[in-house]
């Protein structure tokens, strides 16, 4: 049914911006025509502007009806197919959920094994409410945009600011784009908080550490015991060993990117001939395409044992999954990130800066280092610094290629394991959203958030304190 909805949608646009903007094109030809130039017929908004005009008006009734009604329709088909099962079934939550997805595995035709009569019946019920509800959507929001239809028609004159009306609504329709955003980031941010809340004060909880043991431990180990012969399993919620793993990892993909972002940035803005940067920029871009997983195999598979037979060499004891190989691996994944986003910034350096330092004798290599990168610089900084975000929130190389022990060290060479690992670590599987372990990775979440907040307010201060001077 929503392929009906939304191909009827595109004809009654597409009908809609022909006929309001052929209306307007006639009224334009009249006032252009020999001898029969009139003020009247002289259009204050370009044709286009009304087509436009109209195919929004009848756009948005049609989005918003079924955006509203299709969830309405669901819930209202959903409870008059359980009306039709037993009181048991609708009163417990799991059962309603296990009977409605058997509805549905009816209706789709993947139901194992015979159904009842009684869900047969309800499922029945189900089609029937779900097709009639659907109709009635449709009925509505043909109807809105046939009136918005006739509606523009009826308004396309000389004197109609159509243009005004069109940016008009297009301004609203980006307020509420950027609205949404910002309400789902506030979203985002309150339900990590309420969850961390429930993981220091809730009393409830067992294990629950304090946040000075969160923030402060040394050791980390959400397990527990789950059986008695298990033994006493001690369980610690120590933030630091995920802290160190995190910035010793993004700290050695740092060093592999910095200075091959950016000095292949310069190069490309400064030295390459058009027709080498021409194919060599997409090929570097590549590297940002190419999945995480891929990479987190690359470096399991063949920088780590490459990394231990090379230090075996030297008689060094290297762990099979070190922090070296994730670095590593990592820096070539955010190389793209400094080196993109450096060479458009050095590109839009202006090019009577560059002029002015060779008027007064500069070579190539003195302007770039005095004139070129201090005039970049607040623009360098934001790609490093998007570039360290983007190696803090990497998840799957560090699971491939570092693993999961969470070890209090400095040595690249040993294993170690990041915040955004432990997260996805402790949420894989069934989970009981009442436990510490479970409620640890929001707290996790939560500390990354800042983490990464500070990051960024640290560069926008940068950003701004330079940026003065070069205004």
């Known amino acids: 049914m929503s392929g009906l909805y939304f191909g009827t949608l595109a004809v009654l646009m ?4 022909f006929a309001v903007r052929s209306r307007a094109q006639a009224l334009a030809n009249v006032a ?34 079924f955006a509203v009604g299709s969830p309405i329709v669901i819930k209202m088909a959903e409870t008059q197919a359980l009306a039709r099962l037993p009181a048991e079934v609708v009163s417990d939550e799991l059962s309603r ?17 015979e159904a009842s009569a009684q869900l047969k019946g309800a499922a029945e019920a189900l089609r029937s409410a779900t097709s009639y509800g659907n109709w009635i959507v449709f009925a509505i929001g043909v109807a809105l945009a046939a009136a918005a239809l006739f509606f523009s028609i009826g308004h396309v004159s000389s004197d109609f600011r159509a243009r005004n009306s069109f940016e008009r609504i297009v301004k609203m329709v980006l307020f509420a784009c950027a609205t949404v955003a910002v309400l789902t980031t506030i979203g985002i941010v309150f339900s990590v908080l309420y969850e961390t809340l429930r993981f220091f004060f809730d009393p409830a909880l067992k294990g629950r550490p304090t946040v000075t043991d969160f923030l402060f431990g040394t050791e980390w180990n ?14 610690a919620f120590g933030f630091i060993p995920l802290l160190t793993g995190t910035l010793l990892i993004t ?25 080498f940067r021409a194919w060599a920029k997409p090929v570097l871009e590549i590297l940002a395409g190419i999945p995480t997983v891929v990479l987190g195999f690359f470096a399991a ?27 590593l ?29 060779y008027a007064l004798g500069a070579t190539k290599s003195e302007t770039i280092k005095q004139v070129i990168l201090p005039a970049a610089l607040p623009g360098i900084v934001s790609a490093f610094m998007l570039a360290i975000s983007r190696a803090i929130g990497e998840t799957m190389i560090v699971v491939m290629a570092a693993g999961l022990a969470a070890n209090l060290t400095f040595n690249p060479l040993d294993a170690v394991t990041t915040i955004t690992v432990q ?8 989970q009981e959203f009442d436990s510490a372990k479970t409620l640890a990775a929001f707290a996790l979440g939560f500390v990354l958030f800042f983490f990464t907040l500070i990051l960024n307010v640290i560069a926008l201060i940068i950003v701004r304190r330079y940026r003065e001077q070069y205004d």
């Not at 070539?332 to 060479?343: E, K, N, R």
């Not at 997260?423 to 069934?430: A, P, R, S």
Request: proline share 6%; charged share 15%; net charge negative.
């Open 251 to 275: 700290l050695i993909a740092i060093c592999v990117a910095g200075p091959l972002g950016l000095l292949s940035a310069i190069y490309l803005a400064e030295y390459a001939t058009p027709s």
């Open 32 to 65: 252009a025509a020999p001898g029969m130039r009139d003020v009247r017929y002289s259009l204050h908004s370009l044709p286009i502007y009304h087509g436009l005009l109209a195919a929004t008006l009848v756009l948005l009734p049609m989005l918003i009806v």
């Open 423 to 430: 997260i996805k670590t402790i949420l894989v599987g069934d």
């Open 222 to 235: 959400p397990q527990a015991a789950l059986r008695a012969d298990q033994g006493d399993i001690k369980t």
């Open 14 to 17: 597409l009908a809609a911006f």
């Open 97 to 113: 959920g296990a009977a409605l997805r058997d509805l549905y595995n009816i209706l789709t035709g993947k139901f194992q094994g």
């Open 329 to 357: 691996v990592m820096g070539m994944m955010i190389i793209p990130f400094i080196s993109s986003l450096s060479d458009d910034v050095i590109n839009a350096v202006p090019q009577s800066m560059r002029d002015g330092a």
């Open 301 to 327: 598979l063949t920088v780590a044992p490459l990394i231990r037979g090379w230090g075996e060499s030297f008689g060094l004891d290297i762990a099979s999954e070190s922090a070296l190989a994730a670095g």
